[in-house]
C-alpha cells in the first residue's frame, strides 16, 4: 500500500526545539542588545534586533528536524493551522469522542462522516489519529489568495464540489500511499435543517480501490452549535461516535450499492433527535429566514423573518417560537418539520418550475486564477439551467446537477469551464436556498428517491 516514501513523523523534542530554541535566542538576544546598545537609542531597537536571530533559528530547527513533511500533514504549516483553530473555538464546545475502534487501526485508512456545522473539521482532528490525517475540502478554500498556500503547505486536498474532478481521487490515492489517513464528508456540504443530506456522489468504488479500511463516523450535536443559516457559535453538546469499520477484505466483498446503503446507513443523523441538547441563549432564530424561506402556513415567498427565537410571516402574521431544545413549541415541531412543509409546497409545484433572477456574478478563475465580477441572469426549469451576461451564456441540463451549493441568504454556486460562479440573486436574497432546494427535488425525481428527506434516512 505504501507505494511512495513515508517521510519520518517528526518527534516530541522536534516540535520543542522548533519553539524553544527561537523563544530562548530571542530572550538572549534581546539582553545582549540592551547591554551594548547606546542608551539612547529607541526603545523599540533592541526588540526588533532581537527577532533576526531568533527567526533564523526557527527556519534551521524547521528545515533540520522537519525535512521531508512539507505539504503533508506532518508539516508545521498543518500545526500551525490547526493551532489557530484550537484558540479561535477554545473551550467553546464540550466534545465526547467514542473512538476506541480507531485507536486499534494503523493508517492509513478512510475516515467519512456526515457534515453538520462547519467546524466539523476541527472536531474530527481531535480524534486519536494513529497519524495526522489529510481533509478532503472545498477546492474554493485551496485556491484563494494566502489559503492557497497554507492548505498546499499543509497536506490539504481539494475537490470540486458536484462537478467532475480528476484531481481529487488522485489526491487522496497519493495521500493514502504515504501512510496518511484521509477525512472525507461524503454529502459534500452542510447539512441544511439538521438531517445528513443524501450522498450524491458515490464513492464506493474508490473506497474498494484504496485497500485501506474505511472508518465511518456520526457527528451528532454540531448542527445547532453552528448550523450554516446562523452567524453565531452556540455551546453545544457535541459526540463523535466510530459507528464502524470496514476492512479491505470487507469492502471487496460489497457491491456499490451495498456499500453505498452501509455508509448512508451509518452517517445519517438528525439534529432533532439529539435529546440532550440545551440553548438558552437568545437569538436562536436569527437567520432562520435564509433557510426557511417560505412559510409553512400561508405559503408566501420570502415573507419570513427570523427575530430572536421566533419566526414570523411578514404576510399571515403567523410566528412560531424555538424552545431551548430548538424545537418549535407548535406545529410543525422541527426545523426539519418546518422545511418538509416547504418541499412539500415546492414539489407541488415542481412540474411547473420556471425560476428566474438577475444576479451579480462573482466569477473565481480556474485554479485559483483572478477574480472577476459581472451581472447577468439565471434561469432554471425542469430541463435545464442556464446563466446569461454580457460574456457568457451557457446551459447546463439538470441532469448534471446533482447538487447546488448555496449559502443562506446569499447566494448559490456551480462550476462551469472549471470556473467556480458565484450567483448573488440582487433581489429576495432568501431565494438562494429556493434553487438549491428544486435542484434537490429534480435530483429526487429522477433518482426515484422523492420523499426521502421527509422520511429520514429511506
Not at 191 to 216: F, H, M, Q, T, W
Not at 311 to 324: I, N, T
Not at 383 to 403: G, M, Q, W
Not at 427 to 454: T, Y
Request: glycine content about 8%.
Amino acid at each position: 500500500m505504501k507505494d511512495e516514501k513515508m517521510p519520518p513523523r517528526p518527534r516530541r523534542g522536534a516540535w520543542i526545539a522548533l519553539f524553544a530554541a527561537p523563544a530562548a535566542i530571542l530572550l538572549l538576544s534581546y539582553i545582549f542588545l540592551k547591554a551594548i546598545l547606546p542608551p539612547r537609542q529607541p526603545a523599540s531597537l533592541a526588540p526588533a534586533l532581537a527577532v533576526l536571530p531568533a527567526a533564523l533559528s526557527f527556519v534551521v530547527v524547521r528545515r533540520v528536524c522537519f525535512r521531508g513533511t512539507e505539504g503533508t500533514p506532518d508539516s508545521t504549516t498543518y500545526a500551525l493551522i490547526f493551532f489557530i483553530v484550537r484558540l479561535w473555538l477554545g473551550r467553546r464546545q464540550r466534545v465526547e469522542i467514542d473512538d476506541a475502534a480507531l485507536r486499534e487501526l494503523e493508517p492509513p485508512y478512510i475516515l467519512l462522516a456526515n457534515h453538520e456545522s462547519f467546524e466539523d473539521f476541527y472536531y474530527i482532528s481531535r480524534m486519536a489519529h494513529p497519524r495526522r490525517p489529510s481533509f478532503l475540502v472545498n477546492e474554493y478554500y485551496c485556491t484563494r489568495p494566502i489559503l492557497k498556500g497554507m492548505a498546499r503547505r499543509g497536506g490539504i486536498l481539494s475537490k470540486k464540489l458536484f462537478t467532475p474532478d480528476m484531481a481529487a481521487p488522485l489526491g487522496i490515492l497519493r495521500t493514502i500511499r504515504r501512510g496518511y489517513p484521509v477525512v472525507i464528508f461524503p454529502e459534500g456540504r452542510l447539512s441544511p435543517d439538521g438531517r445528513s443530506n443524501p450522498i450524491v456522489e458515490s464513492g464506493a468504488a474508490l473506497y474498494r480501490r484504496l485497500k485501506a479500511p474505511l472508518v465511518l463516523v456520526r457527528i451528532d450535536g454540531a448542527y445547532y452549535a453552528h448550523p450554516k443559516w446562523r452567524k453565531k457559535t452556540f455551546p453545544s453538546d457535541i459526540r463523535l461516535t466510530v459507528r464502524r469499520v470496514l476492512t479491505p477484505e470487507e469492502l471487496a466483498s460489497l457491491s456499490d450499492a451495498q456499500l453505498d446503503e452501509i455508509i448512508r446507513g451509518e452517517l445519517y443523523n438528525d439534529a432533532a433527535l439529539h435529546e440532550s441538547g440545551r440553548y438558552p441563549r437568545k437569538g436562536k432564530a436569527l437567520g432562520l429566514e435564509g433557510l426557511l424561506y417560505r412559510c409553512a402556513d400561508c405559503g408566501a415567498l420570502y415573507r419570513t423573518e427570523g427575530a430572536g427565537d421566533e419566526l414570523r410571516c411578514r404576510a399571515c402574521g403567523k410566528s412560531h417560537r424555538l424552545d431551548e431544545r430548538y424545537r418549535f413549541t407548535d406545529a410543525p415541531g422541527t426545523i426539519g418539520g418546518y422545511y418538509d412543509a416547504i418541499r412539500r409546497m415546492e414539489a407541488e409545484e415542481l412540474d411547473t418550475l420556471s425560476l428566474h433572477t438577475a444576479v451579480r456574478t462573482k466569477i473565481f478563475g480556474a485554479d485559483g486564477g483572478p477574480v472577476r465580477w459581472e451581472t447577468g441572469e439565471c434561469t432554471l426549469d425542469t430541463t435545464v439551467f442556464r446563466y446569461r451576461s454580457e460574456t457568457e451564456d451557457f446551459s447546463i441540463p439538470v441532469e448534471k446537477l446533482p447538487a447546488l451549493a448555496f449559502s443562506c441568504g446569499e447566494e448559490f454556486e456551480l462550476y462551469h469551464e472549471k470556473e467556480l460562479h458565484y450567483f448573488y440573486p440582487a433581489e429576495e436574497p432568501q431565494q438562494a436556498a429556493r434553487w438549491a432546494l428544486a435542484v434537490d427535488l429534480l435530483a429526487e425525481r429522477r433518482s426515484g428517491r422523492e420523499g426521502e428527506r421527509a422520511d429520514g434516512n429511506s
